[in-house]
């Protein structure tokens, strides 16, 4: 057995793949024993889904980012066309126009509803896929090579004609993690000003509000003080776990967090994602990582 990379459009990892295993079927070509496109996946927490069930990508999720590709492709052709046509005043033109802003309308909905309701599904490998042969060749066969970079679409090239040295081969898959990651997004970001500006309201509301009433706004005031990233940043460096997988990022204006799906089942109990979501906050979050740290000075997870 051997393996050959092949290099593709980043984000066509998946696609390419599919598009292979059908040219090698209608080629009938058999010396290739299987394709790696390193899939693995991440769960953004929302409340149209009832619980975080990390279980393993099946075919019809699989399915179900290829239509979305595909359905994001026909729209960015759709937005190319009609702006095309703008440039064109007449009657059938203006017509056209209005037929080509309802299919894109039509598309947008059709694209957010299969995104809302699957997994976000990428390659651990961006940029590239494996390709595993049966037999011990030390270069790819010609009418291979020929086969993957003429007849698959979105393949930019084959880096290497030699094989990847098995030593390299076996210390990847060793080090690979294929485990899905959970993505929690918490509060807008809001700029300096309108920092300022909800500060001095929560302030103002805190002087005059009743005891009851109080703690609430207090909790919000903490929430929109405490920097998530420079917080985790901190537990990074203090501690020898692998907390650096956690990242955090600004996310359509909101403070994003993601990290590996087995931490994410450590620090959250909850059964429901609605109980996850019901009382969420930065600040919480990092009294989650705060607590789970502060019960063992190393973590393993198996």
């Not at 007449?90 to 957010?112: G, H, P």
């Not at 995104?115 to 270069?139: C, M």
């Not at 609430?216 to 203090?238: F, P, Q, W």
Request: some cysteine; glycine content about 0%; aromatic content about 8%.
């Amino acid at each position: 057995m051997t393996f050959f990379a092949v290099q593709v459009h980043t984000g066509s990892e998946i696609v390419v793949k599919e598009m292979l295993e059908k040219v090698l079927q209608q080629s009938r070509e058999t010396s290739i024993k299987a394709i790696y496109a390193m899939e693995s996946y991440t769960q953004v927490v929302k409340d149209n889904i009832d619980s975080i069930d990390c279980k393993n990508i099946t075919l019809e999720e699989i399915t179900s980012h290829l239509y979305a590709q595909r359905l994001q492709n026909s729209l960015s052709n759709l937005r190319l066309a009609c702006e095309k046509l703008k440039r064109h005043k007449d009657s059938d033109s203006l017509s056209l126009i209005k037929e080509y802003r309802n299919n894109i309308k039509l598309v947008t909905d059709k694209l957010k509803a299969v995104k809302n309701n699957s997994r976000k599904i990428s390659s651990v490998l961006p940029g590239y896929i494996l390709v595993e042969l049966d037999a011990n060749f030390h270069y790819l066969p010609s009418h291979l090579w020929h086969l993957i970079t003429k007849r698959v679409p979105k393949v930019i090239a084959i880096p290497s004609k030699m094989n990847i040295p098995q030593a390299e081969i076996d210390f990847f898959f060793q080090q690979v993690d294929l485990s899905p990651e959970v993505e929690l997004q918490m509060e807008e970001t809001l700029s300096y000003e309108e920092k300022i500006k909800a500060e001095d309201q929560l302030l103002y509301e805190i002087n005059k509000e009743d005891a009851s009433n109080k703690e609430a706004s207090i909790d919000e005031l903490d929430n929109m003080n405490t920097n998530v990233g420079h917080e985790l940043a901190n537990m990074n460096n203090k501690t020898n776990t692998f907390m650096d997988q956690v990242r955090s990022y600004i996310k359509n204006k909101r403070i994003t967090v993601s990290m590996p799906s087995k931490l994410f089942k450590i620090l959250f109990k909850e059964k429901t994602t609605a109980e996850i979501l019901s009382a969420f906050s930065s600040t919480d979050l990092i009294y989650r990582f705060k607590r789970w740290i502060s019960t063992r000075n190393e973590v393993a997870l198996e």
